[in-house]
């Protein structure tokens, strides 16, 4: 399968707009979020080498490689979905005429569905390591660029509960209960506690624009 990432943007969204199977919500989830990341990361970059900022420069430093990896991370995660989605795709399709059949449609059916839940889990996992560094990123990052920081933490936001969406559909044909347990209380805690960070950056950033 040919890289997502080799695409242009233009073509991305083409595709992304048509009834291919790939990519999907997941793969845009994880570009949106590096894309956001990216954000963050410029106004680090915008913020190092500034005299005023002197200070919190070895924090910078350390909050854009910290962006870096979650940028190459959400990147490889735009491949990752659409490659996990075309066993489940195909799973779909499998026979059911016989009871043979149709036990092994549902566990087909189980395993592939847990393995689709894995990537928008790790993507939802990166948003929330993004808006981490958003938060701390809007309370030492440059004021030429801060209005940066609150249109990069709004991608992750979005990036999250989007990775959430793509979580849900995959639990509903999963019957281990177990398996469903736990991926919902993390998604939950991800979502919780990644959306209120996420506000409050940008009640942050609004606030000092407005003074």
């Known amino acids: 399968m040919a890289s997502m990432l080799d695409k242009s943007c233009k073509e991305f ?38 005299k005023k900022y002197a200070d919190v420069e070895p924090e910078v430093k350390d909050l854009i490689e910290k962006g870096g990896k979650v940028i190459a991370e959400l990147k490889s995660l735009v491949d990752k979905d659409a490659e996990v989605f075309e066993p489940l795709s195909k799973a779909y399709g499998l026979p059911k005429s016989t009871p043979e059949e149709i036990k092994f449609k549902e566990e087909t059916m189980e395993k592939c569905s847990k393995t689709a839940c894995s990537v928008p889990m790790d993507i939802m996992r990166k948003a ?84």
């Open 13 to 50: 969204i083409e595709v992304l707009a048509t009834k291919a199977p790939v990519p999907g919500g997941g793969g845009a989830a994880a570009m949106g979020g590096a894309i956001g990341m990216a954000l963050s990361n410029m106004v680090g970059n915008l913020t190092l080498g500034k």
């Open 128 to 211: 929330y390591e993004g808006i981490k560094i958003h938060e701390r990123m809007g309370q030492i990052g440059t004021m030429l660029a801060i209005s940066d920081v609150g249109c990069g933490v709004a991608f992750m936001k979005a990036a999250l509960i989007s990775g959430k969406l793509n979580v849900v559909i995959n639990l509903n044909t999963i019957k281990d209960q177990n398996f469903v347990k736990s991926a919902r209380e993390e998604m939950d805690r991800l979502v919780s506690d990644g959306c209120k960070i996420a506000d409050e950056t940008l009640n942050l950033v609004i606030s000092k624009l407005t003074k």
